[in-house]
């Protein structure tokens, strides 16, 4: 199953860069490129999504559109798109 959540970018004062998602509260990233931020979104994003997943009564977050979401001067946004495969019980 695939699922798609926007994360907002930024770059910070010493060059690095830090990733966050309106939509999955907690899920932040840190890395040195742009590039490095967004795998590592893309596995904190799964990492969030298979734990809520592992819950009895799971709920996901609805989805916020990008046009929705405010940023500051220099944030970007970029959609991550996460695959995650279920077994044992779970129809795809």
């Known amino acids: ?5 926007p994360a907002v970018f930024s770059r910070t004062d010493e060059g690095t860069y830090t990733g966050r998602f ?7 990233v840190f890395a040195e490129t742009l590039e490095e931020a967004v795998d590592e979104a893309n596995q904190a994003a799964s990492d969030w999504i298979t734990a809520e997943l592992m819950e009895d009564e799971a709920v996901l977050p609805p989805v916020t559109d990008a046009e929705d979401i405010p940023i500051r001067d220099g944030e970007i946004i970029r959609n991550i798109c ?7 019980g779970w129809d795809e």
């Open 82 to 88: 996460v695959t995650i495969r279920f077994y044992e």
């Open 1 to 5: 199953m695939k699922f798609i959540y």
């Open 22 to 28: 309106p939509d999955l509260a907690g899920a932040v």
